[in-house]
């Protein structure tokens, strides 16, 4: 398994890897770096042993291996000689694994697709064995290489047996602010190192220091500014022939530059990324602290977890680099009204957490959160646009909600999921019915996921009936679940299960191909005049295949497009009202006809109404309820009429349940009403049934 690069090689490289491929792509490497070297690569801890009896000038080993570790193969090289650089060249190595290795003897790593920093590492970590090899032959033969100490960068001390200072470079006394040799006869290790690293070599390190020659180490120096230096120590021991300790030999090297990069992975590996908060590997180490003081003190730790509102029509509107930039100051907000001790955690994507410690009770916590909502009354500024930010918030406190983080994470995170059920901006303390609340819906869900499969869906229709003719000319189909043991499921229980599951979008393709079905055993029956409208939830609106969906449905299913109608509500349109446009623009070329349900309900702007190709508007049932009762629902009632009028719309009151409900309807002359004075919901065979009957008023 060698390779010759050249006939008079100037390096000898060894190469630790169990894919040769990567091997001849670190050997070519190296090579277009301008390097000339022999080299062979070892896949094996036997291999590694016998390629050790050999001499190396540099080792690079892989650090995830099949049947060997990085750290295994640095653990032998560094028994065999302490001295040859070590570098890993891996794909997988993290920054924490990255900082141990380094700790554990290793110059460097480098990721495999990050090879520009080969050769400066290979060049630096080169010069560094020399340097540390020349280090060892001065030591022992101080006198002929007295000029060499003297001039190198680190701090190299003579002591005797009992500490006492006999020598100090001229790098050691500027550290120390020493000016002559002089100066340094008297001092001892208690003068160069703190107390208690003074007491280390002097009470263990030299007994060791006796026996194996030599130690190793890292320690701060107290240098004449008064700051601390990080050094990496080396202690050499001498002795005379008679085998008693003469002197120690320090060598203290600066490496405040590998702590700041060992510091630096470190707050990578702790920390988010885009907001520079604790990630949750770090929050949970901060909550297991606080949980471990609130035991002893008996205090309480609240742990809030936030979710922001309408996160997602932000970053679709204006832009995932401006979703970033909310994130990021909505993280400086979070932290800037919290106090030092507290913690704000990101969890990913629009999610925080929060910890606040040493609390008396729940009063403490509402004081917290009103100080998260003062501190988002003015809006975030993003560019040119100005942001309302609301969130969710779920609060789960220690000990009543759990004496675990994990426990109080998850209680937190169910208790944020029911206030976002509540509407925006909303707050909820964990209650323990909401486990048992959770545990009903996954067991529904997993019930959802097989129903579509076992064809428990159904699609009941409600006719629309025309106020002039008494006729059925529209039927809305509405889903209904038949579960196997619960019996016929409300779709207020299951439809928002079907949209956080995500099985909305199958489902409501089903829904599409169903009514497209009944629609043509009804025309098989002679009845070709109803059109058929099904509901679209937000989910499926933005589904980018959902215009494909239709019009494979039309064609498959041979339905006229302008028999199938498509209901959406006025806040999903309003959402984004460009996109919307698009898609409503492009489903009426289809011929397909759609209507806003709900009409009233949300926050249209007629300006916008005005522009979107629909057939029809929806008046909604809360209206209808209080007709003749309440002026102000029927001047609502009449004033929807007559816009749909003048923008040539037709409109449709839903919830019709009273002949005086239907009287006022029909004298503003509404074109269509649905609700149960007229029909409930009913089977596609019960309505075969209706669809020849004519109301007569």
């Not at 000689?81 to 700790?103: Q, W």
């Not at 839903?654 to 074109?671: I, P």
Request: contains cysteine; hydrophobic residues 40%.
């Amino acid at each position: 398994m060698t390779r010759s690069e050249t006939p008079t090689p100037l390096l000898h490289v060894l190469i630790i890897e169990d894919v040769e491929d990567d091997a001849l792509l670190l050997a070519d490497s190296l090579q277009a770096g301008g390097l000339t070297f022999d080299w062979e690569y070892v896949d094996s801890e036997a291999a590694l042993t016998a390629a050790l009896q050999s001499p190396w000038d540099i080792i690079f080993s892989d650090f995830s291996m099949p049947n060997f570790s990085g750290t295994r193969a640095l653990e032998l090289v560094r028994r065999h000689d302490p001295d040859i650089p070590f570098i890993f060249v891996s794909g997988t190595i993290g920054e924490a694994t990255a900082v141990e290795a380094m700790k554990r003897g290793a110059q460097d790593f480098v990721m495999k697709g990050q090879l520009a920093r080969l050769l400066p590492s290979v060049e630096r970590e080169l010069r560094d064995a020399r340097t540390r090899r020349e280090r060892r032959q001065a030591e022992a033969a101080r006198n002929r290489l007295a000029a060499v100490l003297e001039a190198t960068p680190d701090l190299v001390a003579i002591h005797a047996p009992d500490g006492r200072l006999r020598y100090l470079n001229g790098a050691g006394r500027r550290l120390l602010g020493l000016d002559t040799q002089q100066q340094i006869e008297g001092r001892s290790m208690q003068d160069i190192f703190p107390e208690d690293m003074a007491q280390q070599l002097l009470v263990d390190v030299i007994p060791y220091v006796r026996e194996h020659h030599s130690w190793s180490g890292e320690t701060v120096l107290q240098i004449a500014e008064g700051d601390e230096l990080p050094v990496s120590l080396v202690v050499l021991a001498r002795h005379n022939p008679q085998g008693e300790l003469e002197d120690l030999s320090i060598i203290a090297r600066d490496i405040s530059e590998r702590k700041r990069f060992e510091a630096e992975l470190q707050h990578r590996a702790t920390h988010d990324a885009l907001t520079s908060l604790p990630n949750r590997y770090f929050l949970i180490d901060r909550m297991t602290s606080a949980l471990e003081r609130a035991r002893r003190h008996d205090s309480c730790v609240a742990v809030l977890f936030l979710d922001l509102d309408n996160f997602k029509r932000i970053n679709d509107t204006l832009g995932h680099a401006a979703g970033d930039t909310l994130l990021q100051q909505v993280a400086q907000r979070l932290t800037s009204c919290l106090r030092p001790n507290d913690t704000v955690a990101r969890h990913g994507g629009d999610e925080f957490t929060i910890m606040v410690d040493d609390l008396s009770g729940v009063d403490n916590t509402v004081l917290v959160l009103s100080k998260l909502h003062a501190a988002f009354e003015s809006p975030v500024n993003i560019g040119l646009h100005k942001v309302y930010v609301t969130f969710s918030t779920g609060i789960a406190l220690y000990p009543h909600d759990g004496e675990s983080v994990e426990d109080l994470l998850r209680h937190a995170d169910t208790a944020m999921y029911q206030s976002k059920s509540s509407g925006l901006n909303q707050y909820r303390f964990y209650a323990p019915r909401m486990n048992a609340r959770g545990h009903e819906y996954l067991a529904m869900e997993s019930d959802l996921r097989q129903a579509l499969a076992q064809e428990q869906f159904r699609l009941h229709c409600q006719p629309q009936v025309s106020l002039r003719s008494g006729q059925i000319v529209g039927i809305e189909g509405l889903i209904r679940w038949q579960h196997p043991r619960r019996g016929l499921v409300s779709p207020a229980d299951f439809v928002p299960l079907l949209e956080t599951s995500g099985l909305i979008i199958p489902v409501g393709e089903w829904v599409l191909r169903q009514a497209c079905r009944l629609h043509r055993q009804w025309r098989e029956a002679g009845f070709d005049g109803p059109r058929i409208s099904i509901n679209v939830s937000a989910i499926q609106f933005n589904d980018r295949d959902l215009l494909d969906k239709v019009r494979r449905a039309l064609e498959e299913e041979q339905m006229p497009a302008g028999k199938l109608e498509l209901e959406i509500t006025e806040n999903m349109v309003m959402r984004d009202p460009p996109g919307a446009a698009e898609i409503l623009k492009a489903l009426h070329t289809l011929g397909v006809r759609t209507a806003i349900d709900d009409f009233g309900t949300g926050y249209s702007s007629l300006a916008y109404l005005k522009r979107f190709p629909v057939d029809v508007l929806k008046i909604d049932q809360t209206f209808v309820a209080d007709l003749g009762r309440d002026l102000g629902d029927e001047a609502i009632v009449e004033a929807s009429i007559s816009l749909a009028r003048k923008l040539g719309l037709e409109i449709v009151a839903e919830g019709v349940e009273t002949l005086e409900q239907l009287e006022f309807l029909r004298a503003c002359d509404c074109d269509l009403v649905q609700g149960y004075y007229l029909s409930k919901p009913v089977t596609d065979a019960a309505l075969i049934g209706l669809l020849p009957k004519v109301w007569h008023w």
